[in-house]
């Protein structure tokens, strides 16, 4: 439509050409701010409040990200729409050429901006992917989802900018990635560990604070990277070790356990009765089961066998508590149970060959 030729069939055709038109101009962008505005203040936080009722978390996150962007693409379109009423003659060609590139860049612009504050969408995808991811962890991989899921947004971005201002945007791709191979390359080790660890993060193997084994380290996982795994050992050494000898490697995750096992043998003498045998392993068996750290339906006490300085006796059951401070409280205890047993029972713990024949060259000299 011609706004001038509109006005000028009004009663405002006593004005000039030049007020009509920036009357018009002014109009229009009246219109615009005021839809603008109504976006804002009133439609976005309706779909937000929608979608929350609804229960469309991903949806609610992405209104509350494009309240601001949305509106201020309505305010460029009215720009757009604006600047050719405005009466400058000598400026049309520069004018057109500038609106028809914010036409096109604008809602680029626009999108990127919604989807770059849109972060908590990662948030979504870790709580849709594993609920037992602990909190340190959990707040590593979110900091990595977050730098790609923004490097990605950004590269699409500028990318489609590129395309629509006309710079050969293949050429330019096929440049970036030969530049990545190459630093790909160069960066191989870097790599692998930031992919082991990526692994390391999703399969979960252990967490922080898990007791574990990784071949010849042994200790509490302190904390864990994309790059290491940090491993405390029981002397307060700190092993940091490349994830990908941790993915590579066989992992034992000991917190993992529900109990932990209590087995030892007993070497009593040849000359132990058979009777004070049965009587202490009866005696024994009972103490065990009635123990309440201790679960009844493992306790085993057998005689197995016999070896070169005397009986074998084993002993088996399983410790109702994973924790090492309380199992070698445990142990402890029940070691020195069995200790008074086997002293009550009159029986006595059989010595090695070596310790025997020094006994008895001792108690030679002395008779001699």
């Keep these: 439509m011609n706004w001038t030729t509109f006005f000028v069939s009004t009663p405002l055709g006593f004005l000039s050409q030049t007020m009509l038109s920036i009357l018009a101009a002014a109009l229009v ?5 005021l839809a603008s505005r109504f976006c804002k203040g009133w439609l976005m936080p309706k779909l937000c409040a929608m979608a929350e ?32 009423m405005l009466p400058l003659p000598s400026l049309q060609t520069q004018i057109a050429w500038l609106c028809h590139t914010l036409s096109h860049i604008a809602p680029l612009v626009c999108a990127g901006w919604g989807f770059w504050y849109a972060t908590d969408l990662c948030d979504l995808a ?7 991811l602990d909190l340190k962890t959990n707040a590593t991989l979110r900091s990595v989802l977050v730098k790609t899921y923004r490097v990605l947004v950004g590269a699409f971005v500028i990318v489609a900018v590129l395309d629509v201002l006309g710079y050969p945007v293949t050429g330019l791709i096929t440049s970036l990635g030969l ?21 390391l993060l999703l399969e979960r193997p252990f967490s922080i604070g898990d007791w574990i084994t990784v071949g010849d380290v042994d200790g509490e996982v302190e904390d864990l990277t994309f790059r290491s795994t940090k491993v405390r050992a029981l002397d307060n050494s700190l092993y940091v070790l490349p994830n990908t000898s941790v993915t590579s490697a066989v992992v034992n995750n000991g917190s993992t356990r529900t109990k932990r096992l209590y087995r030892f043998t007993l070497n009593l ?76 029972e009159g029986l006595h713990f059989a010595m090695t060959a070596s310790r025997v024949y020094l006994e008895s060259q001792e108690s030679e000299g002395k008779n001699a």
Excluded at 66 to 81: A, Q, R
Excluded at 126 to 131: G, H
């Design 29 to 33: 962008a009246l219109l615009f701010w």
């Design 53 to 84: 009722r609804l229960h469309l978390q991903a949806l609610g996150i992405l209104f509350r990200s494009f309240t601001k962007p949305i509106p201020i693409l309505i305010l460029v379109w009215g720009l757009c729409t604006v600047l050719p």
């Design 126 to 132: 870790l709580n849709n992917l594993s609920t037992h």
């Design 179 to 199: 530049v990545g191979l190459t630093v790909s390359l160069a960066a191989k080790d870097t790599a692998s560990n930031l992919f082991s660890g990526l692994m």
């Design 269 to 344: 003498t040849f000359d132990s009765p058979r009777a004070k045998l049965e009587s202490m392993m009866s005696r024994l068996t009972e103490h065990l089961k009635a123990d309440p750290t201790l679960d009844p339906d493992s306790v085993l006490v057998r005689l197995t066998g016999f070896n070169d300085s005397g009986i074998s006796i084993l002993v088996n059951a399983y410790v109702l508590r994973k924790g090492l401070d309380e199992f070698l409280e445990i142990q402890n205890r029940l070691n020195l149970d069995i200790l008074d047993l086997v002293r009550e």
